[in-house]
């Protein structure tokens, strides 16, 4: 079972400055991985795929890199509806299909 | 416009019986790969289980290994979860959530594209 790890657990920002959050696979994963984000109360929201591509939608403050085990989602200029806690998940070998245990971002 | 509407849910005792479904519109659902993905309180995401579009294919989380067996009605766009010997760790809400038609660069789209709003499972005495 591939193992994700995400860091940090919890970052708090001020509005309109940047967040990196950061997420590592325990082995190879390609660039097979997502990301989520989960507003309080609601459900998971695809962000981003294939490590790097945004899903329909989402905007463009939101950008992806990384393949292999090391992967970041940075949102530029945060927004008061960007809190949320995001989630990786890699897609690379499964099953299981496994998640990271979330980075939780606060704006200030 | 995708919807994903599951239902279900309640209290109930360890060791019982539960069945979860979720209602599909929007979205070719008998040509879709459909997954359970749940989150303990406070917890992360934890996927469960998946069929594939005939359920020929079926994968499951060890946890729930011989527990919990996934089903879907593509005749009423309509996938289930059937949990027996419920525990106190399977409480959860429990999504419904599929494999989209978008594909990535490598050609894969194993990823959740849309989303059920989730229903409570509580698993206490």
């Known amino acids: 079972e591939i193992v994700m790890t995400q860091s940090p657990a919890t970052l708090s920002v001020s509005p309109g400055a940047r967040a990196t959050l950061s997420c590592r696979a325990s082995h190879y994963v390609s660039r097979n991985l997502a990301w989520y984000q989960q507003r309080p109360g609601q459900a998971p929201r695809l962000l981003i795929y294939g490590a790097t591509t945004r899903a329909t939608g989402v905007p463009d403050r939101f950008s992806a890199s990384g393949s292999g085990t090391d992967f970041a989602l940075t949102i530029s200029s945060l927004q008061s509806e960007d809190s949320a806690i995001y989630y990786c998940?890699?897609?690379?070998?499964?099953?299981?299909?496994?998640f990271g245990g979330g980075t939780k971002v606060d704006i200030k | 416009q995708v919807r994903l509407v599951e239902s279900g849910g309640g209290v109930i005792q360890p060791g019982r019986s539960l069945r979860l479904s979720c209602v599909a519109s929007?979205?070719?659902?008998?040509?879709?790969?459909m997954h359970w993905v749940r989150q303990a309180p406070g917890k992360g995401l934890e996927w469960v289980a998946a069929?594939?579009?005939?359920?020929?294919?079926?994968h499951y989380v060890d946890s729930v290994k011989g527990r919990f067996t996934i089903s879907r009605d593509n005749s009423k766009n309509t996938l289930f979860l059937q949990m027996n010997s419920l525990r106190a760790a399977d409480t959860a809400v429990y999504f419904c959530?599929?494999?989209?038609?978008?594909?990535?660069?490598?050609?894969?789209?194993?990823?959740?594209?849309?989303w059920g709003q989730g229903t409570l499972v509580v698993v206490s005495s």
């Open positions: 069929t594939s579009y005939d359920e020929t294919t079926k």
């Open positions: 998940q890699q897609y690379h070998d499964w099953p299981p299909l496994t």
């Open positions: 959530t599929r494999f989209g038609p978008k594909f990535d660069d490598l050609g894969h789209n194993y990823f959740f594209d849309q």
């Open positions: 929007g979205f070719s659902f008998g040509t879709s790969v």
